[in-house]
Nanobody, 125 residues
């Protein structure tokens, strides 16, 4: 059973950066598309970024494009989300997730069945 643990969240001022990490265990996440989602209070969980199992394909939500960078290191069973120029409306709990099917690429939340517990990111103005 794949288990995911996020870290790196915190409180930062607008314009600053944070790097989130996602550590996988219990299974070979190397063969799974990894994605980041976020959920703000009172809102639905939404897609942020995804990276293919080979690392050669990635997608971003329009609201983070050119500010966030998703990456992975399969040798360490890890995925990352570098977040730059953070805005107050980026405040949310950020979750990493692994696709439910090995090698399948998708940005749909319903295609992800392995989730971390989330890490809080708070951006002050």
């Amino acid at each position: 059973q794949v288990q995911l643990v996020e870290s790196g969240g915190g409180l930062v001022q607008a314009g600053n950066s944070l790097k989130l990490s996602c550590a996988g265990s219990g299974g070979l996440i190397s063969y799974y598309t990894m994605a980041w989602f976020r959920q703000a209070p009172g809102k639905e969980r939404e897609f942020v970024a995804a990276i293919s199992w080979t690392g050669d394909r990635s997608d971003y939500a329009a609201f983070v494009r050119d500010r966030f960078v998703v990456s992975r290191m399969n040798a360490y069973q890890a995925a990352y989300l570098q977040m730059n120029d953070l805005h107050p409306d980026d405040t949310a709990v950020y979750y990493c997730a692994a696709n439910s099917v090995a090698t399948r690429y998708s940005t749909k939340i319903t295609d992800y069945s392995f989730w971390g517990q989330g890490t809080q990111v708070t951006v002050s103005s």
